[in-house]
């Protein structure tokens, strides 16, 4: 039950004064309440979902920012990775000289 | 959302191995306190790539594991009352009370009935006006806000054929309860970042300063625990103890302020028991009295029931990292997801469900992060 899961939506309604919506996690659709959201999210943005309620916007900029620094990461340690095995082999021509 | 699939990314997921063992100038012991990281971490083999660096701990984070006994039992109570429509999420219904389970109430003919959302309790309750209907309100500060706003909506229109038979559990209390322990082996928290989502984190802010521990809040892919356990490491390896928030994405420091404060509203805290654990002062959330219309205890005479645990499930040990579930004498022989002793069996999200399915797994698609 613990699970949260992340999900677009796709609608919003009021029900006789709480807000609901329609949620779109990767092509199942269900209705999810969106209230505790409400302020702060249109159609087309993501949330987190547990047990049928809205817990938390998803920020997509935030979630893109993360990503590109961690990709930025791990890139420059392939780099790192690469001159080692550089220098190691230029080491190895070294003493074979 | 295009970046969700990435926080999957076996390049960074390496990289971030590759930084956490060469960082680390000696192993230090962290846990993560969410039954569902546990089990991320344990079926990508996040616990075995970082061995030399870091010694993963599974906290105490399984709602269904910690629901103590006695409410179990209560449950039971309830369920098999002929005019009872009883309502629970799916997890909780092999959960083994003192001698039966909820299916096997059902089974027996009890009306026991698998809901999603609270929400589908409720409207259950107002399409049945002839008959009671409860909802087991289990779990963290996840499925508080749910739970509060079912028994909110439920007094808002007039429906009195609803009840909660209510077992929440906070996370703060059982960390300091496990760094109090004299034994406490833990030197660093992952705390779990959907129920910071909710709360937020300043709660966690005191207790990494007074015991000197780095708590990152963090999310549940690969890349986020990963990243989560590099910035632990970090502060360990600085002498620094603070909370830092990995998980930006979706975890603002004051949390979702309109579910924190109608949780605030419908519930109280109060002194609750943890299965295998004990009881934990203020770490459990119970109705306030405006809304005992709404408690399922005091509606079905259930409030005084009190039993004690069975010696033979070390469900204790293994929640708070004592032991490791492989070392208890029972699992996978005597208890076994078919057959579980223990609700860490039985629960998606247990620790011990986690390494008995790990042979499972190996066997399927391997473990995927950094291999
Ligand atoms: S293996 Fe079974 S009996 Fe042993 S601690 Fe886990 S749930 Fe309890």
Redesign the interface.
């Known amino acids: 039950?613990?699970?949260?899961i992340?999900g677009?939506i796709t609608a919003i309604r009021d029900d006789?004064?709480?807000t609901m919506g329609v949620v779109d996690f990767g092509g199942i659709r269900?209705d999810v309440?969106l209230?505790?959201?409400?302020?702060e999210v249109a159609i087309g943005d993501?949330v987190?979902v547990?047990?049928?309620?809205a817990?938390?916007?998803?920020?997509?900029d935030?979630?893109?920012r993360?990503?590109e620094v961690?990709?930025e990461?791990?890139q420059l340690?392939?780099l790192d990775?690469m001159a080692d095995v550089a220098d190691a082999s230029l080491k190895d021509t070294e003493k074979r000289a | 959302m295009r970046y969700l699939a990435e926080y999957r990314d076996p390049a960074i997921a390496k990289a971030l191995i590759d930084r956490i063992t060469t960082r680390a100038t000696r192993r230090w012991t962290l846990m993560e306190v969410c039954g569902g990281q546990t089990h991320t971490i344990v079926r990508q083999g996040i616990d075995e790539f970082l061995d030399s660096a870091v010694e993963m701990i599974h906290g105490p984070g399984c709602p269904v594991c910690v629901t103590p006994l006695e409410q179990i039992d209560k449950a039971l109570a309830i369920a098999a009352q002929p005019n009872v429509i009883f309502t629970s999420f799916g997890d909780m219904l092999r959960v083994p009370g003192s001698d039966c389970d909820l299916q096997q109430v059902r089974a027996r003919g009890g009306d026991v009935k698998v809901v999603y959302s609270p929400l589908d309790a409720l409207a259950l309750a107002r399409k049945h006006p002839e008959r009671e209907v409860v909802f087991f309100a289990v779990g963290f500060e996840t499925t508080a806000p749910a739970n509060a706003m079912a028994v909110w909506r439920a007094r808002e229109l007039g429906v009195r054929n609803f009840s909660v038979l209510v077992s929440h559990v906070t996370v703060p209390p059982a960390i300091t309860a496990i760094l109090e322990a004299p034994d406490n082996r833990v030197q660093g928290f992952l705390a779990a970042g959907h129920v910071c989502a909710v709360m937020g984190y300043t709660e966690y802010e005191p207790i990494a300063a007074r015991y000197r521990v780095p708590i990152i809040v963090t999310g549940f892919e690969p890349v986020d625990i990963l990243e989560g356990i590099a910035m632990a490491v970090a502060q360990l390896e600085e002498g620094r103890h603070e909370v830092e928030n990995q998980y930006v994405r979706s975890v603002r420091r004051l949390g979702t302020e309109p579910a924190r404060a109608l949780v605030a509203q419908v519930f109280e805290l109060t002194d609750r028991p943890w299965r295998g654990i004990g009881t934990i002062p203020m770490s459990g959330l119970r109705l306030r009295d405006e809304f005992s219309a709404y408690d399922a205890e005091r509606k079905f005479g259930v409030e005084g029931l009190r039993v004690t645990e069975p010696a033979d499930c070390r469900a204790g040990d293994v929640l708070t990292g004592r032991i490791k579930p492989p070392q208890c004498t029972a699992f996978g022989t005597r208890c076994t997801p078919e057959h579980p002793l223990g609700a860490p069996m039985v629960s998606s999200e247990g620790a011990c469900s986690a390494y008995f399915n790990l042979a499972k797994y190996r066997r399927g698609e391997g473990a995927e992060v950094g291999a």
Do not use: N
């Open positions: 039950m613990c699970l949260g992340p677009k006789a004064g709480l269900r309440c209230q505790y959201v409400s302020d993501y987190i547990h047990v049928g309620f817990i938390t916007k998803m920020d997509e935030e979630a893109r993360t990503f961690l990709r990461m791990s340690e392939e990775w």
